[in-house]
Each structure stands twice: as structure tokens, then as C-alpha cells.
């Protein structure tokens, strides 16, 4: 994975509560085994009429170029509905480093975690400024510091993360190379309980 201390960038703000895994990447593109090429089905349903790629819907925001940047900010309840991990791989292919909610699916959380996605969890009222700032406002995610600033008005929150993610974000790990880092250690407390 690759590691994660700072993403300063402009957001992409899908302004829906309850966005379920199959709305992110619909059942039908789950057929693939690597984690590369989901990217350009995440929101599918959404983007396109018809499943027709020359058929773009205008007025979602994948699909305005006054949007980008590797935050999406989305409403309440994010990531709800099946298991998928194929959800977190669509929103990392796509480019996005960072979801911003003010609430989480737990297993959507979790998977996000584990492929190198920052789930940042705020209150209802700091997402909603987030909602309220134009097109070219940047926001500032720190994950060492744990907080979230909205750059144009100085806003800020802090947010949860365990440490043992904290460490895996920061370093670029997945579960292994943490043991891996750890390798002396454990052979060393292996040693003294002999």
C-alpha cells in the first residue's frame, strides 16, 4: 500500500445519506480477481443512463469537471449494505485517498482500513459546512494529527482512528508488513517465554 500522512486537496461532494456498497460498484462488476479496473464503475448507476458510458448524467458530481481531487465527501451513513471489499478497491482506483461521513458502515470501515483508504468520520454539523464550501475549496486531512481543516475559513475536527491503522496508514502497510516490521520483536518475546 502505499503510505498516507497528508492528502491537502479540492473534494468531490456527493450530498446522499445511506450510500450502499452496490450503489459505489454495482454486483454485476464483481467478476475481476485483482483490485485494478474497478475505478470506472464506481456510482455506474449513477454516472451514466442506461449503463451507457456516451450517456453521462451532468448533474452528478464524477461527472462535473468543476470537481476532483482525492477526497470524496459524502453523506450520513456511507458505505451500508453488503460486505464488499470491491468498494473501497472502486473508490481507491478512482483516485480518492480519503471518504469524509459523519458516519460509517463498520465493514465498509474496516475494508476501506485495510486497502489504504482514510475513513474520516466527523459530526453531522462539520460535514455540512464541508457541503456549504465551493468548488475550490481545499480541505487539509492530517492523519498523524488525526484532524480535518476546511483551508478557507480555518475549520477544524479531529477524528477517531485506531493506532494499530494509524501506524499501517502512515507506513504504507497492509496486515503483514506490520508483522514483518515487528518481526524482531515478536522473535524476541518468543525467546523469553521459553
Excluded at 477526497?71 to 472502486?90: D, M, P, Q, T, Y
Excluded at 458516519?103 to 456549504?132: E, M, T, Y
Aim: charged share 25%; with cysteine; hydrophobic share 40%.
Amino acid at each position: 500500500m502505499k503510505a498516507l500522512k497528508t492528502i491537502r486537496s479540492r473534494f468531490v461532494p456527493i450530498n446522499i445519506e445511506n450510500i450502499d456498497t452496490d450503489q459505489i460498484i454495482p454486483a454485476r462488476f464483481l467478476k475481476a480477481t485483482t483490485k485494478e479496473g474497478f475505478g470506472k464503475n464506481l456510482f455506474r448507476d449513477w454516472r451514466y443512463y442506461n449503463d451507457d458510458e456516451s450517456k453521462t448524467r451532468a448533474d452528478f458530481p464524477l461527472n462535473m469537471s468543476q470537481f476532483d481531487g482525492e477526497i470524496l465527501v459524502a453523506g450520513k451513513n456511507f458505505g451500508c449494505g453488503s460486505s464488499r471489499e470491491h468498494a473501497a478497491w472502486a473508490i481507491l482506483d478512482y483516485g480518492f485517498r480519503v471518504v469524509v461521513s459523519s458516519f460509517f458502515a463498520d465493514i465498509f470501515k474496516n475494508n476501506a482500513l485495510n486497502n489504504g483508504v482514510l475513513p474520516v468520520q466527523v459530526s453531522d454539523a462539520f460535514l455540512q459546512r464541508v457541503f456549504l464550501q465551493d468548488n475550490n475549496t481545499e480541505l487539509t486531512v492530517d492523519l498523524e494529527s488525526q484532524s480535518i481543516t476546511i483551508n478557507s475559513t480555518g475549520e477544524q475536527e479531529h477524528f477517531a482512528i485506531s493506532s494499530y491503522k494509524k501506524t499501517c496508514l502512515l507506513n504504507g502497510y497492509d496486515d503483514i508488513d506490520y508483522l514483518l516490521s515487528i518481526k524482531e520483536d515478536i522473535q524476541e518475546f518468543e525467546l523469553s517465554k521459553l
